[in-house]
């Protein structure tokens, strides 16, 4: 079975993004906006903006059609300029509602904004292996299909038509995909993980089997023939990606699953413990405790207690 593993892990993390609003801009302008709790898009839609992230010592110039994403919490400023004295965001966008707030005569600068929601237990898988923040320029390759979505989600904004508030999430969900493939296209830095692997085009084979097939007992051999590569290198290869061996990450992986399936199903620990590969029950279990540091019983005992 040819199994997507990006597509695998993003719905397994449930990544949901939504397009939260935006603002337009004019003149002489500065935006002050708290960490963000969650993960923040945003793109300029018009004119150009500088932005200024704590921590990061010079501002990045954002030009029409550039998009970024900001995984970290750091706090920012938004500005016509860097030096302009800053509006604090809370403030500005309090009344807004769901209008677009308007800083100045609002006459040179369009900007949309969202966030993505992740599962509170799984998503720590994709927020661990973003990088702090990415900026997709719009002289990209992948430009053309950010302007397309970025008019469309524009255009269900400015609309009441039926189905747009559902019309705007799936756009936003695109957008965000969009963001990720761009970045790993583009070999931004990204920390070591399941991402920096997938952005290797020879290790994806390995990936995908593994993903394909999470309860079979595959060998270091398979996997790198898989890859046309002989087996130190494969190996060698996927820990400086990964951050660990191959068959590590599809123990990791396969107790990623077995944590879901504890939290969300009432199926037998034994027959748990035959789909994802295990002979026994105490060896899936032994397994499950050295990942995560309890067993699979004590586990779902916590998640149904809320302990």
Request: charged share 15%; net charge neutral; glycine share 8%.
């Amino acid at each position: 079975m040819h199994i997507d593993p990006f597509s695998d892990i993003l719905k397994f993390t449930r990544a949901e993004s939504i397009a939260t609003g935006g603002f337009t801009a004019g003149g002489a302008w500065a935006i002050r906006f708290p960490a963000p709790e969650k993960i923040k898009f945003f793109a300029v839609i018009k004119g150009s903006c500088w932005i200024e992230l704590d921590g990061e010592p010079n501002p990045i110039r954002f030009d029409t059609g550039d998009v970024g994403l900001l995984a970290a919490p750091l706090a920012f400023t938004l500005s016509s300029a860097p030096g302009v004295p800053a509006l604090d965001a809370m403030a500005l966008f309090s009344g807004a509602g769901n209008a677009t707030a308007v800083v100045g005569d609002g006459q040179d600068f369009e900007h949309i904004g969202g966030h993505v929601l992740l599962d509170p237990t799984s998503g720590k898988l994709l927020r661990d292996v973003l990088p702090p923040w990415i900026h997709v320029p719009a002289t990209t390759p992948q430009a053309a299909s950010f302007r397309w979505l970025l008019g469309q989600l524009m255009e269900e904004r400015a609309t009441s038509l039926p189905g747009s508030q559902l019309a705007s999430a799936q756009l936003a969900q695109l957008l965000f995909i969009q963001i990720l493939r761009a970045h790993l296209n583009n070999a931004g830095p990204t920390p070591r993980g399941w991402l920096r692997a997938l952005a290797e085009p020879r290790l994806a084979p390995a990936l995908h089997l593994m993903h394909g097939d999470p309860g079979r007992t595959w060998h270091l051999e398979e996997l790198a023939e898989a890859c046309a590569m002989s087996r130190t290198t494969f190996a060698s290869r996927f820990k400086t990606a990964a951050g660990v061996a191959p068959l590590t990450y599809l123990t990791e992986w396969r107790m990623c699953l077995a944590q879901r399936a504890l939290r969300e199903q009432n199926q037998a620990i034994a027959t748990m413990a035959q789909s994802l590969g295990y002979t026994s029950e105490s060896a899936f279990s032994n397994a499950f405790k050295r990942v995560t540091g309890i067993s699979p019983n004590t586990y779902r005992m916590a998640v149904r207690t809320g302990r």
